[in-house]
């Protein structure tokens, strides 16, 4: 059974930065994807970035462009996204998922860690 657990986010004001990581256990990952999505109040979830686990660069949704990273380490079994020049749109509650690379739904996820933004 894949786990992810989620750690960090927090509180920032506009324009600093926040990260937070998502370790993963249960498998060996490298025929996955991972992914981060987010949930703000009163809308549907989704999508932030993503990667192949085993490989290749990650992929970002417009709105974080240029402004999200995000980075795995493989030893640790761990994912980071790095958010700067936060926004208060970026508020929500940021997810961590995963599938297999054969599947299109993300159909592991983790408990989710809240990140606030404040203008």
């Known amino acids: 059974q894949v786990q992810l657990v989620e750690s960090g986010g927090g509180s920032a004001q506009a324009g600093g930065s926040l990260s937070v990581s998502c370790a993963a256990s249960?498998?060996?990952?490298?025929?996955?994807?991972v992914g981060w999505f987010r949930q703000a109040p009163g809308k549907e979830r989704e999508f932030v970035a993503g990667i192949r686990w085993s490989g290749g660069s990650p992929y970002y949704a417009d709105a974080v462009k240029g402004r999200f990273t995000l980075s795995r380490d493989n030893a640790k079994n761990t994912v980071y996204l790095q958010m700067n020049s936060l926004k208060p749109e970026d508020t929500a509650v940021y997810y961590c998922?995963?599938?297999?690379?054969?599947?299109?739904?993300?159909?592991?996820w983790g408990q989710g860690t809240q990140v606030t933004v404040s203008s």
């Open positions: 998922a995963a599938r297999l690379s054969s599947v299109l739904v993300y159909n592991y």
């Open positions: 249960g498998r060996t990952f490298s025929s996955y994807y």
